[in-house]
């Protein structure tokens, strides 16, 4: 006779089904523990100089803030235990000799010696009953704590403690048979000025810390600071001069690499101006030969077109050349902005075109002059060649100087303006050069903007064509 087994999965016939679970909760987990991680991150200080103090002061006074407590919890919590066992034990020897030789004249000497041996006033209320018991805010946790647990524990009689003290005493009232004892004892015998002596001497000591670790991270972040302002000058085109590496061995390695990739650039402009030198030569000597070639030829159609194509030549070599050369050679030098815009203009309204300038603020910055007139004149042209009007305007930004330059004309697609920066891209697909150009103007306009630590940017103009917004940071 067959039985039937109840089928029961294996564990490993039961592991697919639980690990999806798993891992879903791990990796949402995760993911929680990552934006919280991000969100720290962002309320993390931002400059190297209060990273590195901190690194240094935290650890400092979380340090000092654990020696305080234990010392609070340990040694004065132990010495206030103490010193309120003694004053409590002098007010119970107090009130047994009141007990044993009861009068006024034996009282008189008990006070006196409590007076001048325990350093407490006594004071006799005969029938007096003690005031009700409150407990308002202590007016110290652990002094109030270690007298009342001592007066509990050794004194076994009714008693108040006036839990407002006034001149720094502490008033003790005592309930005996035949009425109430006072005792006025001064703070001084319940704890220790040390404790405010250890206290000062660590907030001194974190305080001088704090600013011992200001002055040593200052000090250790002024060559990255150097470096970062001759960084951004080599960015900005500007002149940079010779400094020698200093600091930490980090800073030092640093310094080394911006010199090396300073004499690297430098090279490869030298050798790039050199090569450009020898192709300008080896172009100009054929094209001089085939312009004397042609003014032998008989005048005619042919001639003609020959002469046109040669100068077409020479413009397009010229446009490379200007294009590779980058007026990198040049020196920036102190320039008004708004001259440089207005000779623009100038330029422009002599050949009968509309031009307008909107200045405003002070618009002097250093940079190369010859190259930026360049950038200029190659925005307005190419706006003038496909426009009526442009305009053009300067403003004095907090950190930059913004020039734009607006034309009425079609303007070009949003989706197609990075590409006409490329190099020899034209949106004219004639390549025809009298229409259009060789595709080098915007490309060398923003190439000089670079140089000079800028940006170049197309938008849509307010006056319905395109507006080109040229940034250099001052």
């Given amino acids: 006779m067959s039985v039937e087994r109840s089928h029961e999965p294996s564990l490993a016939e039961a592991r697919p089904a639980v690990r999806p679970a798993t891992w879903s909760a791990r ?28 690194a240094i002061v935290v650890p400092a006074i979380l340090l000092q803030l654990i ?62 009953k003690l005031p009700e018991q409150s407990r308002p805010a202590a007016f110290y946790s ?9 007066l509990d524990n050794y004194l076994g009689l009714p008693y108040y403690l006036d ?54 991270v200052r000090r250790e972040l002024q060559p990255i600071r150097k470096l970062a302002r001759i960084a951004d000058a080599l960015g900005k085109g500007r002149d940079v001069a010779d400094f020698e590496p200093e600091g930490s061995l980090e800073a030092r390695q640093a310094g080394r690499a911006f010199l090396t990739m300073r004499e690297r650039l430098r090279r490869q402009i030298q050798q790039r101006t050199e090569m450009l030198a020898g192709v ?24 003609r077109e020959l002469e046109a194509d040669v100068l077409d030549m020479e413009r397009m070599i010229e446009g490379y050349l200007a294009f590779a050369r980058g007026e990198g050679d040049e020196e920036p030098v102190l320039v008004d902005v708004g001259e440089l815009l207005e000779e623009v203009a100038d330029g422009a309204r002599r050949d009968g075109r509309a031009v307008r300038v909107d200045l405003s603020g002070d618009l002097s910055i250093k940079l190369r002059p010859v190259a930026m007139k360049r950038c200029l004149s190659n925005l307005v042209g190419n706006a003038l060649r496909h426009a009526s009007r442009v305009e053009l305007r300067a403003r004095r930004r907090k950190t930059a100087i913004e020039i734009t330059v607006d034309d009425d004309g079609p303007g070009i697609p949003a989706d197609r303006r990075e590409d006409a920066f490329r190099p020899f891209f034209r949106l004219d697909a004639s390549r025809n050069p009298r229409t259009g150009g060789v595709g080098l103007g915007l490309t060398i306009a923003r190439d000089v903007v ?11 103009a307010p006056i319905g064509g395109l507006r080109a917004r040229l940034r250099l940071p001052v």
């Fill in 67 to 128: 020696a305080t407590f234990v010392f609070y919890e340990a040694l004065w919590d132990n010495v206030t235990r103490r010193l309120s066992r003694s004053v409590v034990g002098d007010i119970k020897l107090v009130v047994a000799l009141h007990s044993e030789f009861p009068g006024e004249a034996n009282f008189a000497w008990i006070v006196q010696r409590a007076r001048a041996d325990v350093r407490m006033a006594v004071e006799f209320k005969p029938d007096a």
């Fill in 142 to 150: 652990i002094l109030e704590r270690e007298l009342t647990s001592a």
């Fill in 27 to 54: 990796l949402l987990v995760g993911w929680r523990r990552l934006r919280l991680g991000r969100k720290l991150g962002k309320l993390a200080p931002r400059t190297l100089f209060v990273r590195a103090t901190l």
């Fill in 163 to 216: 839990p407002a003290p006034t001149d720094r005493r502490v008033l003790i009232a005592v309930q005996v048979s035949d009425g109430v004892i006072e005792f006025t004892a001064p703070l001084g015998r319940l704890y220790t000025t040390s404790s405010w002596a250890f206290v000062t001497a660590m907030v001194g000591s974190a305080l001088v810390l704090f600013g011992l670790a200001t002055l040593f």
């Fill in 280 to 303: 300008s030569h080896d172009l100009r000597t054929p094209l001089t030969r085939m312009k004397l070639g042609l003014a032998m030829l008989e005048e005619g159609p042919e001639r």
């Fill in 450 to 460: 670079r140089s000079h630590g800028g940006e170049l940017h197309l938008e849509d």
